[in-house]
Antibody
């Protein structure tokens, strides 16, 4: 059974860097794409970006200049860094596996439980 | 970016009712459309992928249809545990984008 668990600080000061880690269990991280998705309180879902074990990555253009996603195959983890945060970055952050079919369809499954990150001084 | 819209934004229905949620893309996305269910305080979970494929373990009362720009999620017989918010998501063109959600309540 594939499981994902987010970890990291729940409070980040404005202008600082948000750092989260997703620990994957039940499958090797080297087999799939891995994404971060966020949800501001009471609002909808926003895809942040993905990473492949090789280091290949892709980001939402709305966040691209501030985002880094990396993978640590030795720990079966991948990480998110979002710099220069503001209150608008306050959200529940989810990590998720991104599955791809042979004809390039893709979907997110499973998701981690999510972790709330609040940006406040 | 491809914009996703959903209708209605919320609905209230009785147990046993047939419920239909519509999702529309701002441009054609073929069958690159997924549906998720999110219960309060929980992470979204995959219901339907590739527009009409039922995820393993999901009850058969859930079904998806559509192609191009217009898609539907149908719950054939609403159950109390189906009270949740439902999101569509397109994966045709980066960035992946989600609809705003449809909240389903039980009368």
């Amino acid at each position: 059974q594939v499981q994902l668990q987010e970890s990291g600080p729940g409070l980040v000061k404005p202008s600082e860097t948000l750092s989260l880690t997703c620990t994957v269990s039940g499958v090797s991280i080297s087999r799939y794409y891995w994404s971060w998705i966020r949800q501001p309180p009471g609002k909808g879902l926003e895809w942040i970006g993905y990473v492949f074990y090789s280091g290949k990555s892709n980001f939402n253009p709305s966040l691209k200049s501030r985002v880094t996603i990396s993978v640590d195959t030795s720990k079966n983890q991948f990480s998110l860094k979002l710099n220069s945060v503001t209150a608008a970055d306050t959200a529940v952050y989810y990590c998720a596996r991104e599955l791809h079919s042979r004809d390039d369809l893709s979907w997110f499954d499973p998701w981690g439980r999510g972790t709330l990150v609040t940006v406040s001084s | 970016d491809i914009q996703m819209t959903q209708s209605p934004s919320s609905l209230s229905a009785s147990v046993g009712d047939r419920v239909t949620i519509t999702c529309r893309a701002s441009q054609t996305i073929s069958s690159h459309l997924n549906w998720y269910q999110q219960k309060p305080g929980k992470a979204p979970s995959l219901l339907i992928y590739a527009a009409s494929s039922l995820q393993s373990g999901v009850p058969s009362r859930f079904s998806g249809s559509g192609s191009g720009t217009d898609f539907t999620l149908t719950i054939s017989s609403l159950q109390p545990e189906d009270s949740a918010t439902y999101y569509c998501q397109q994966s045709y063109s980066s960035p992946d984008t989600f609809g705003p959600g449809t909240k389903v309540d039980i009368k």
